[in-house]
Antibody, heavy 121, light 111 residues
Framework: QMQLQESGPGLVKPSETLSLRCSVS??????????WSWLRQYPGRGLEWIGY???????YTNPSLTNRLSILVDTSANQFSLRLKSVTVADTAVYYC?????????????WGPGTMVFVST | QSVLTQPPSVSAAPGQTVSISCSGV?????????VHWYQQHPGKAPRLVIY???IRPSWVPDRISASTSGTSASLVISGLQPEDEAVYFC???????????FGGGTKLTVL
């Protein structure tokens, strides 16, 4: 049974780069059935899609974040990652990695538990 | 501000039926994009409960159903149970901005 697990620093300083990793276990990330996605949830409840990547390396990102965002995949390690540059306090959120299932209309059908990231001095 | 609009909260007693609305679906498109619904308990990640407008994944009881009509979607939970108390989010795609979008979430309280 596939599981996802986020990892990364809980605290990042303003203007620095946030790097998070999502480890996929239970099944290979190299499957044609899924995309691999990042989302975040602000303290007030709102959810925001950040972007997703296919195992080939093709990625799609939220237009509002594209100029600061990189999403990469490491198939040898069965992981994918997020790099968000020049963070501000507005990037404080719980960050989730999730699986996008193409047979479920591209819904997010499996989520990691999430990791809280604070942007603060 | 969410592109999709949901009521902040709804409540009902155990055993009753509740409906949660989501408006603004496909409002910027001539193409009908799928609506998905997620359930989130406190401190937990969201969990998919409906995909493709009205299809339940295998792990979701048939007390949960959904539908779409025009630019609105609805999630219906019948025979309410205490474990249904959670926040529910709708999600779709906004072709105008090229982005997957979520509603602001509705807190369901089982009285």
């Amino acid at each position: 049974q596939m599981q996802l697990q986020e990892s990364g620093p809980g605290l990042v300083k303003p203007s620095e780069t946030l790097s998070l990793r999502c480890s996929v276990s239970g099944e290979s990330i190299i499957t044609g059935d899924y995309f691999w996605s990042w989302l975040r949830q602000y303290p007030g409840r709102g959810l925001e899609w950040i972007g997703y990547i296919y195992s080939s390396g093709t990625s799609y990102t939220n237009p509002s974040l594209t100029n600061r965002l990189s999403i990469l995949v490491d198939t040898s390690a069965n992981q994918f990652s997020l790099r968000l540059k020049s963070v501000t306090v507005a990037d404080t959120a719980v960050y989730y990695c999730a699986r996008v299932n193409i047979y479920y209309g591209d819904a997010f059908d499996l989520w990691g538990p999430g990791t809280m990231v604070f942007v603060s001095t | 501000q969410s592109v999709l609009t949901q009521p902040p909260s709804v409540s009902a007693a155990p055993g009753q039926t509740v409906s949660i609305s989501c408006s603004g679906v496909n409002s910027n498109s001539e193409t009908d994009f799928d609506v998905h619904w997620y359930q989130q308990h406190p401190g937990k990640a969201p969990r998919l409960v409906i995909y493709d407008d009205n299809i339940r994944p295998s792990w979701v009881p048939d007390r949960i159903s959904a539908s779409t009509s025009g630019t609105s979607a609805s999630l219906v939970i019948s025979g309410l149970q205490p474990e249904d108390e959670a926040v529910y989010f709708c999600q779709s795609y906004d072709s105008h901005v090229g982005n997957k979008v979520f509603g602001g979430g509705t807190k369901l309280t089982v009285l």
